[in-house]
């Protein structure tokens, strides 16, 4: 943890119940690092106070255990849920989005998020939505065996209660500015890792609560899902170079501890994705291979254990590989239903 200039003290303790590990910034606001039930760990969650009331930042999953983090933390900040007065949402993935619908109830409080990240929420979440089945026929046509497409739909199938109630929502936008503990703060689209995606960025200090943007040690998963085309990879990367303009001083992820050097962090995250890029092409100039048979070289077939980090290493695979084919250095054919990828002779 940083400490002294930064003026920041732990709030950490543990009760009968659950271990509350939060961190009081400059006296005023609050991390707090919701628990999340996969290797992540948690969450972050931002709480800053406002003239009337507090504004929550990307509240978590809903957990039992998240519930009764959250509990804690309000007891030992003196607060109701009701002193929630604000919940914002930096995009749409379960493990920040997840809990909004409840602390809603909870507090009276309105969500804000982005039109896309929303959109993205109801197609996933909505009642009649048929994501699960979009995602699965996906795998098909890029090799993955039925019973693993079928452990990820099951998978996906658990996270309905943690998403749930869905939230009533209010649109904010990227270029806008929106004022939070005091400070103005500029709303930046990141699109890449989530479409949709805003970090906030408040230019007088240099901070940016970067979502899952950028993130320290661990690199932001970039994926092709249903419903969203393009080249997500291709965003993410031009999304990465427009962060570097910004001058930040102290970075706040979604993930792992705040961090100073964010440039330099943004010029790791470039690195590791262009040296995967060149490993995949001399992996296709040797054999053509599927999706699937690239995902299990990259990231091991350990993977099939486990279906919830599968689907995550399997749509970023085939990110690498719409990036690589939409710039000739790849070519593809289907062959007996099954898309197979192979290097081109450039």
């Known amino acids: 943890m940083m400490s ?4 920041e003290f732990s709030l950490s303790a543990r009760t009968d119940e659950v271990a509350v590990d939060s961190v009081i910034w400059h006296g005023e606001w609050v991390q707090v690092k919701v628990p999340l039930p996969f290797s992540l760990k948690w969450v972050n969650s931002y709480l800053f106070p ?7 930042i990307d509240p978590g999953l809903r957990t039992d255990e998240a ?6 933390v309000l007891h030992k900040l003196g607060l109701q ?10 995009h749409q993935h379960p493990d920040h989005y997840g809990l909004a619908g409840y602390v809603q109830q909870k507090s009276g409080a309105p969500v804000f998020i982005s039109r896309l990240s929303h959109a993205y ?29 079928e452990a990820i ?9 943690m998403v749930s109630p869905q939230p009533k929502v209010t649109y904010i936008e990227a270029g806008s500015s929106i004022a939070i503990g005091g400070m103005d703060w500029l709303l930046i689209d990141a699109p890449g890792h989530a479409n949709g995606q805003l970090c906030f960025y408040e230019q007088e200090r240099g901070w940016m609560l970067c979502g899952d943007q950028v993130l320290p040690h661990i690199t932001p998963n970039v994926s092709v899902v249903p419903g969203e085309g393009g080249d997500p990879l291709e965003a993410f990367l031009t999304s990465l170079e427009e962060l570097k303009a910004y001058e930040v001083k102290l970075a706040f992820p979604g993930h792992r501890d705040p961090f100073t050097d964010f440039t330099g962090r ?19 100039a040797e054999e053509p291979r599927t999706a699937f048979g690239m995902c299990e070289v990259l990231f091991g077939s350990r993977l099939r254990e486990n279906p919830h980090n599968l689907r995550f290493a399997m749509s970023e695979t085939i990110a690498h590989l ?6 000739g250095r790849i070519a593809s054919a289907v062959v007996d239903g099954v898309h197979q990828y192979a290097a081109t002779l450039l």
């Not at 519930?67 to 804690?72: P, S």
């Not at 943004?266 to 296709?284: C, D, G, K, N, P």
């Open 153 to 161: 739909g099951e998978n996906l199938e658990t996270f309905v209660a």
């Open 266 to 284: 943004i010029t790791e995250l470039q690195q590791h994705h262009e040296r995967r890029l060149e490993r995949m092409v001399a992996m296709l």
């Open 4 to 7: 002294g200039e930064q003026g």
């Open 121 to 149: 929420a109801v197609r996933l979440w909505g009642g009649s939505s048929d994501f699960s089945e979009q995602l699965q026929a996906l795998y098909g046509k890029h090799g993955m065996p039925s019973e693993l497409r």
């Open 322 to 327: 719409v990036y690589l084919e939409r710039r």
């Open 81 to 90: 849920w009701t002193d929630i007065t604000r919940i914002l949402l930096t």
């Open 67 to 72: 519930i009764r983090v959250w509990d804690a």
């Open 50 to 56: 406002e003239e009337e009331g507090y504004t929550l």
